[in-house]
């Protein structure tokens, strides 16, 4: 499977546990990026939250959030 070239984008606590909000990265799928940021339980592509697997491309930004906490 080829790498894709994706900007991702961390929101709230998940900048704070990894140093960073935004970067680019190279890799195969969604899963991936699972499995490198674990906290991240809200996923959107390109602005659509996403609930089930989708095919990323080359140039898609990915946004990576944490569990939203209210009262």
Same mark, same amino acid.
Do not use: W
């Given at each position: 499977?080829?790498?894709?070239? =994706? &900007?991702?984008?961390?929101? %709230?606590?998940?900048? @704070?546990?990894? #140093?960073?909000? =935004?970067?680019?990265? *190279? =890799?195969?799928? !969604? *899963? *991936?990026?699972?499995? &490198?940021?674990? @906290? %991240?339980?809200?996923? %959107?592509?390109? #602005? ?6 989708? @095919? !990323?491309?080359? #140039?898609?930004? !990915? ?7 209210? #009262?």
């Amino acid at each position: 499977m080829k790498k894709k070239k =994706v &900007k991702v984008r961390l929101f %709230a606590k998940l900048r @704070e546990i990894y #140093g960073f909000s =935004v970067t680019e990265m *190279e =890799v195969d799928s !969604i *899963e *991936e990026l699972q499995s &490198k940021f674990k @906290e %991240a339980v809200l996923i %959107a592509v390109n #602005g659509k939250l996403i609930d089930k697997h989708v @095919e !990323i491309k080359d #140039g898609d930004t !990915i946004d990576l959030m944490p569990p939203f906490s209210g #009262g």
